[in-house]
């Protein structure tokens, strides 16, 4: 088993930055694409940005492109999300994830899950 464990979220205005961070575990973190999904009130889960091992491959949603960057440091078993230009509909519960690759993550199999930070933008 892996244990995903978030923390980093808050509040902040439109416009500001917030990084989050991702520690994993347990079982080896070794090989694990790595990714962010976040879930708003009312919303369905939606990914948002995944990495791969070697951090050779990164994808994001076409809503944080540009203004979000994920990364890695494999040597700490963590996974970042730096968000700047943040926007009041970035509000929501974002969840780390593990998975065997960045397609497979962005498909939403993921498997393993955390257990979500809070992030909110106020206008």
């Known amino acids: 088993q892996v244990q995903l464990v978030e923390s980093g979220g808050g509040l902040v205005q439109a416009g500001g930055s917030l990084r989050l961070a991702c520690a994993a575990s347990?079982?080896?973190?070794?090989?694990?694409?790595m990714g962010w999904f976040r879930q708003a009130p009312g919303k369905e889960r939606e990914f948002v940005s995944a990495?791969?091992?070697?951090?050779?491959?990164?994808d994001y949603a076409d809503s944080v492109k540009g203004r979000f960057t994920v990364s890695r440091d494999n040597a700490n078993n963590t996974v970042f999300l730096q968000m700047n230009s943040m926007k009041p509909e970035d509000t929501a519960v974002y969840y780390c994830?593990?998975?065997?690759?960045?397609?497979?993550?962005?498909?939403?199999?993921?498997?393993?899950w955390g257990q979500g930070t809070q992030v909110t933008v106020s206008s």
């Open positions: 347990g079982r080896t973190f070794s090989g694990y694409a």
């Open positions: 990495i791969s091992w070697r951090a050779g491959t990164t």
């Open positions: 994830a593990a998975g065997v690759t960045v397609p497979i993550l962005r498909a939403g199999r993921t498997s393993y």
